[in-house]
């Protein structure tokens, strides 16, 4: 199965995105409440996820902030940053997110997107 | 010595005294010695004439003596017949000599003193015209020492125009003719001198030449005068001017510019704008000078009354231009003289160490002030203390810049501040460095200014918290509709699942929080966006009603963790002045401990007591929880971020620092200390304290 981490301060998301994902047969490793939570959450995981799901506004350390710690750590992992803001959208693109989704989105959607950006992590790590 | 040897010889003859006499008495005398000296012979010698006759004796040589006896004057003539052993002494009266003597040297003193003091000039010459004497006058008037001017000739001190008329001078004295005449002079420095001279030619016993004397007046000045008007009344025919010559009746003579200007001609009356000052110049034989207004000009008119004469001659002089320019002076000075009493700004001039030359009055009454109290007082001690050592550098600014404009405030006697903007400018008074200060009164400008800033900040502060309402509302509005939208796709998804049953019931519960946190959060944006308008609508709020409400909610929210929530309370009236918003905050402290807490069991502990603050009654709100901390240097910074960097922690998406805000609207305090005191990393302790009311059911 592959291995999704779920990054986002709203507890309500953090019940349904790990719903929805384990219904489409992916493996969340976890949901973290705020950037901090979720760069110490990554550095621990013993096999680290091919795709995460990343709030961009969240208390203590946002979404962009994490998004560049993780990448320095791991700069192959694949990002899917959401949010209202769409203001961030070039930004994050520019920094290395994989794909930008705007809040509210169709559920269907995200998981294409966690799908593709699985297929092309798997595929980056196999070159 | 052969009249004395002629009276000797028939001494009872004689008509003075005669005597004999050895050293030590009389051996012979006449009657008239007898009578004037109360002696007779064998008579002791008198002590007057011991010495002398001792000494004529002694030394064989004449002696004269002078005695004064009764008022006469004697002189004794002592003869020694030294191998006789005696003496011979002849008297006679010498009063008149004397008298005569006295005379003389004192008619000399007086006339030296005349002529070392008088104020005419002396000057002798030998017959061969070489000056022999002058008087200190004289020596400068042509600004020489005496000394100098002895022994040098007359033509010395003259041109050659001059030498020729002294030439032919000289001839008239020697002919012996004394005569008065002008004379120019050349002064040592060179420039003219106009003298009058009374000259007397001097002669020896025999009437032959030997020199003159001249008594010499300076008379430069009246002489310039004198040519002044007769350059005037030269040519009066052709003077641009008015000339009339007049009796105190009619015109003798006049001028065609004093023809035209007072239509008159020769035999007229007098023109009526000069008949009193003509009369009083002729009666009293005083120069009249007079100013006459005559149509739109001024002239001035000098009347010269012509002595032993009945008429007067005028010369007038158009002084229109003259007049003109002295009134302008005058209207100018007249002018800022106003300006400087009457301006609306304080006006000062001061120098270059703040005393001052000079005040308006608006100076002195805006600062209540008398201009005395000023004048002697230095401008430091108008300004306010905080300005007061600026003073001296501005000024010196000033100086240097030549012009500066400075903000600062006066003192006013009665304690009054008085915001000013002062212009201060570099000028010279009476030829000294000077600074010229205007001073404005910019209250009501100061005011506006205030005014302008502070509706500038609620204005700002308006646009950030409408930024940060529509920041808040989108972003939670939108993980609303992604719940609603997540649940609903999910229970489409379990719609044939019937062992899902149980996950669309939760689902459709969510959702149904959802919509209702929806509602909320639009009520609480509108009511956020009142807040100012909140603050004025405070009512009795029952403090642990609505803390009770909060902290089911947040159990109800956080069900997904092990949250236990502990109030603590001594009693159960708690009433504060709070509006909706009180449970918000209630609702973003426990948020915020949930939220920034990793342990596996949340511990939160409120505790609710009383406290006596600057004699009011206040209720103490202590949350305590088991969470990661807030280091010292974040626990003052949590409450001050901007609307901009406030992050949504839960519902509706407050932070703290509006927390803080609406925690002020109550007039209270918000803070955060370690639960363990020293150790940020045990967890946090949020305090609030919030005037107690006293509450009537």
Same mark, same amino acid.
């Given at each position: ?91 994050v693109l520019s920094l290395g997110a994989c794909s930008f989704k705007e809040k509210p989105f169709d559920i269907d959607l995200l998981v294409a997107n966690v799908q593709k950006a699985c297929i092309s992590s798997k595929s980056l790590l196999a070159t | 010595m052969k009249n004395l040897e002629d009276l000797a010889k028939f001494p009872s003859e004689n008509p003075n005294p005669v005597l004999r006499a050895t050293k030590n008495e009389i051996r012979y005398i006449n009657k008239v010695g007898e009578s004037l000296l109360s002696l007779k012979e064998g008579d002791k010698i008198p002590k007057i004439f011991q010495n002398d006759i001792s000494e004529a004796l002694d030394k064989n040589i004449l002696k004269t003596l002078e005695i004064d006896i009764d008022k006469l004057n004697y002189v004794f003539e002592? @003869? ?22 006295? &005379? ?18 002396? $000057? ?36 050659? #125009? ?24 050349? &002064? ?10 009374? %000259? ?76 009193? $000052? ?36 005028? *010369? ?15 209207? @100018? ?125 609620? *204005?700002?502060?308006? *646009? ?9 509302? %989108? ?24 062992? &899902?049953?149980? &996950?669309?019931?939760?689902?459709? #519960? ?18 956020? @966006? ?10 009795? %709020? ?19 963790? #092990? ?51 600057? +004699? ?54 918000? $803070? ?7 150790? *940020?990393?045990?967890?946090? +302790? ?12």
């Amino acid at each position: 199965m592959d291995k999704v981490f779920i990054v986002e301060d709203e507890p309500m998301l953090r019940l349904f995105y790990t719903q929805i994902l384990e219904e489409y047969g992916f493996e969340v490793l976890g949901a973290a409440k705020n950037g901090d939570e979720a760069i110490s959450m990554f550095e621990k995981f013993p096999e680290k996820p091919l795709v995460i799901i990343m709030d961009y506004r969240m208390p203590i350390k946002n979404g962009i902030e994490a998004l560049q710690d993780i990448l320095k750590i791991d700069k192959n992992t694949k990002i899917i940053i959401t949010s209202a803001d769409t203001s961030i959208k070039e930004k994050v693109l520019s920094l290395g997110a994989c794909s930008f989704k705007e809040k509210p989105f169709d559920i269907d959607l995200l998981v294409a997107n966690v799908q593709k950006a699985c297929i092309s992590s798997k595929s980056l790590l196999a070159t | 010595m052969k009249n004395l040897e002629d009276l000797a010889k028939f001494p009872s003859e004689n008509p003075n005294p005669v005597l004999r006499a050895t050293k030590n008495e009389i051996r012979y005398i006449n009657k008239v010695g007898e009578s004037l000296l109360s002696l007779k012979e064998g008579d002791k010698i008198p002590k007057i004439f011991q010495n002398d006759i001792s000494e004529a004796l002694d030394k064989n040589i004449l002696k004269t003596l002078e005695i004064d006896i009764d008022k006469l004057n004697y002189v004794f003539e002592i @003869s020694p017949i030294r191998k006789e052993g005696y003496v011979n002494i002849y008297g006679r009266n010498i009063t008149e000599r004397k008298m005569a003597e006295q &005379k003389l040297k004192e008619s000399e003193k007086k006339y030296r003193t005349l002529i070392e003091n008088a104020q005419e000039g002396i $000057w002798t010459i030998d017959e061969n015209s070489i000056t022999s004497f002058v008087n200190p006058r004289m020596a400068e008037m042509l600004g020489y020492a005496q000394d100098e001017m002895l022994g040098k000739h007359l033509f010395d001190f003259m041109d050659e #125009n001059g030498i020729e008329i002294a030439k032919r001078n000289l001839e008239r004295r020697k002919q012996g003719i004394e005569e008065q005449h002008d004379f120019e002079f050349l &002064k040592k420095s060179g420039t003219r001198i106009y003298a009058i001279l009374e %000259t007397s030619p001097l002669s020896d016993e025999e009437g032959n030449y030997k020199g003159a004397v001249a008594f010499v007046s300076d008379i430069t000045m009246r002489k310039t005068a004198e040519k002044t008007i007769l350059n005037l009344a030269k040519f009066p025919s052709e003077n641009p001017f008015p000339v009339l010559r007049a009796t105190k009746e009619n015109i003798l003579y006049t001028n065609k510019a004093a023809e035209d200007l007072f239509s008159i001609k020769e035999g007229s009356r007098l023109p009526q704008e000069l008949l009193e $000052w003509i009369n009083q110049a002729i009666d009293l034989d005083t120069p009249r000078l007079v100013e006459v207004d005559i149509g739109d000009k001024t002239f001035s008119f000098n009347i010269l009354a012509i002595k032993n004469q009945d008429y007067a001659n005028i *010369y007038g002089r158009d002084i229109t231009e003259r007049k003109t320019a002295e009134e302008k002076i005058r209207e @100018s000075e007249r002018k800022y003289r106003l300006l400087f009493e009457n301006a609306n700004d304080a006006i000062s001039i001061l120098d270059l160490e703040g005393n001052f030359f000079e005040v308006n009055n608006l100076y002195c009454t805006r600062l209540g002030y008398t201009r005395e109290e000023i004048m002697k007082s230095n401008v430091r001690y108008f300004e306010i203390p905080e300005y007061a050592d600026l003073v001296l550098g501005r000024l010196l600014d000033a100086k240097e810049k030549g012009f500066n404009v400075i903000e600062t405030a006066h003192m006013a006697k009665d304690g009054r501040i008085i915001p000013v903007e002062i212009s201060c400018r570099s000028i010279l008074y009476n030829k000294k460095p000077a600074i010229l200060t205007i001073a404005r009164d910019i209250t009501e400008r100061k005011s506006a200014e205030i005014k302008l800033k502070k509706s500038e900040a609620t *204005y700002r502060e308006a *646009y950030n918290r409408a930024e940060f309402y529509k920041d808040i509302f %989108t972003h939670d509005i939108n993980n609303i509709l992604q719940n609603i939208s997540n649940g609903i796709q999910l229970n489409e998804m379990y719609l044939n699942k019937p062992d &899902k049953s149980e &996950k669309v019931r939760r689902n459709i #519960n969510i959702i149904k929080k959802q919509v209702k946190r929806g509602g909320t959060l639009v009520s609480n944006i509108r009511k956020l @966006s009142k807040l100012t308008e909140f603050e004025s609508k405070l009512h009795n %709020t029952d403090l642990l009603d609505v803390l009770n409400k909060s902290v089911s909610y947040i159990e109800n929210t956080f069900a997904d963790r #092990n949250v236990k929530i502990q109030v603590e309370v001594n009693e159960n009236n708690y009433f504060i002045q709070a509006n909706e918003l009180l449970e918000d905050i209630f609702d973003n402290i426990l948020t915020n401990s949930i939220n920034y807490n990793e342990k596996d069991n949340i511990e939160i502990s409120i505790k609710i007591s009383r406290e006596l603050e600057d +004699n009011i009654n206040k209720v103490k709100m202590q949350f305590i929880d088991n969470g990661i901390g807030i280091t010292n240097e974040r626990k003052q910074q949590i409450f001050e971020r901007g609307y901009s960097e406030i992050t949504s922690v839960h519902g509706m998406g407050l932070g703290l620092s509006l927390v803080k805000k609406i925690v002020e609207s109550y007039h209270g305090e918000i $803070w955060v200390e370690d639960r363990v005191k020293g150790d *940020y990393t045990k967890g946090s +302790n949020f305090i609030l304290l919030i005037p107690e009311v006293v509450h009537n059911g």
